[in-house]
C-alpha cells in the first residue's frame, strides 16, 4: 500500500517495455500520496487492470526508493502489465479511485473567436481528462436548448469507455475538432 496519509495517484503519460517485456516502466506525473518500491498499485480506467507490486522508482535516470506528489517519475511494474495499460490510465493506491463512464460536470465555452460553438443534447465532445482523450455524449438540463459560446451551464455526460474520475476534477473539451471550453467534475455516477 502506498506510504503516507494520502492514497497515491498517478496519471499514467508514458508506457515503455523493458527488459525484453519482463517489466514495463509507467511514467508521468504524481498528483498525491506517496509510493514506495514494494508497495501495490491499481491500474484504473479505460478498461483498467490488475494490481501489480511496483518493482522500481526512478526520476531523472536514476533509481530512487519512494516518489511523492508534484514528482514525474517511472514506475516498474511486472511486464505482465504491459498488454493492460495505456496512456490516460492512473495508478493508485488500490481501491482508492473509481473508472467512472457518466458524470455531472460545470462546463463553460470558449468565445465564438477562440472555438466555443453551441452545445445540444446528444452532441459527442471530445474529453481530454488527465491524460486520457475519451468521445462521450452531452445532456443539457431538462428544458435548455442549447449552451452557447461564452456561457456556462451544468451538463451530464456519458462516455465511451469509463476513466479515472474524482469529483472536482478539471477537464478540456474539444467540439467539431477545435477547442471548444472546459470544465469541473461536480457529481460522479456509474
Known amino acids: 500500500m502506498a506510504a503516507g496519509n494520502e492514497p497515491f495517484l498517478m496519471c499514467v503519460e508514458d508506457v515503455f517495455e523493458r527488459n525484453q517485456g519482463r ?3 509507467l511514467t508521468g506525473r504524481i498528483e498525491r500520496g506517496r509510493v514506495r518500491e514494494g508497495d501495490e498499485v491499481e491500474i484504473v480506467g479505460l478498461d483498467g487492470g490488475p494490481i501489480l507490486p511496483v518493482r522500481g522508482i526512478e526520476t531523472h535516470r536514476r533509481r530512487i526508493g519512494e516518489a511523492g ?6 514506475l516498474l511494474l511486472p511486464g505482465g ?7 490516460g490510465q492512473v495508478l493508485a493506491t488500490p481501491g482508492s479511485v473509481g473508472a467512472h463512464a457518466c458524470f455531472t460536470a460545470d462546463i463553460t465555452l470558449l468565445a465564438d473567436e477562440h472555438g466555443g460553438a453551441d452545445v445540444r443534447t446528444g452532441d459527442r465532445l471530445q474529453f ?3 491524460a486520457a482523450v ?3 455524449a452531452v445532456t443539457l438540463p431538462h428544458g435548455m436548448d442549447a449552451l452557447q459560446p461564452l456561457h456556462g451551464g451544468t451538463v451530464t455526460v456519458a462516455l465511451e469507455r469509463p476513466v479515472a474520475l474524482t469529483e472536482g476534477q478539471s477537464f478540456a473539451f474539444r467540439h467539431h475538432g477545435r ?12
Open 179 to 190: 477547442a471548444a471550453g472546459t470544465g469541473t467534475v461536480t457529481r460522479l455516477s456509474n
Open 128 to 130: 481530454h481528462l488527465r
Open 134 to 136: 475519451v468521445r462521450g
Open 23 to 25: 517489466m514495463v516502466m
Open 81 to 87: 502489465a504491459l498488454g493492460s495499460v495505456e496512456r
Open 69 to 74: 506528489a508534484d514528482m514525474n517519475a517511472g
